[in-house]
């Protein structure tokens, strides 16, 4: 387990890439984290209203609500919500516009599980 975890800490991870959500549960549940998906942004949303959430990890280029929306309505909502931005799109060129947006950190893609659970780490100690 992971030394900085919280108990009971949950993250919710955003990706429309099914793989990717697989791979990040593993990733996070091996650090002790409580683990949410959802395939897009919309669903994200309202999972963020209905459901006890610390921590979201948000692709930025997904169909139907993208992740630059996703991070822009989580700020307006619940300001306070820690956000990690992901992405491997162009190489990792829109992850400064997701830190302008309210991101509290970013991750390109492909990722590592010793970056991902420092980055989640990080965020619920700021």
């Known amino acids: 387990m992971y030394q900085d975890a919280p108990a009971g800490a949950v993250v919710l991870v955003v990706d429309d890439d099914e793989d990717v959500r697989q791979v990040l549960r593993l990733m996070l549940e091996s650090g002790g984290y409580r683990v949410l998906e959802a395939a897009d942004g919309g669903k994200a949303l309202e999972l963020v209203r209905g459901e006890h ?58 990722l590592k599980v010793e970056k991902v659970l420092a980055a989640v780490a990080a965020a619920l100690a700021s």
């Open 53 to 110: 959430i610390d921590v979201v990890m948000t692709d930025l280029v997904m169909p139907e609500r993208e992740g630059f929306e996703t991070i822009q309505a989580i700020r307006r909502e619940r300001p306070s919500l820690k956000v990690i931005a992901m992405s491997g799109a162009f190489g990792g060129e829109f992850l400064h516009i997701a830190k302008l947006l309210g991101a509290h950190c970013t991750l390109q893609k492909p």
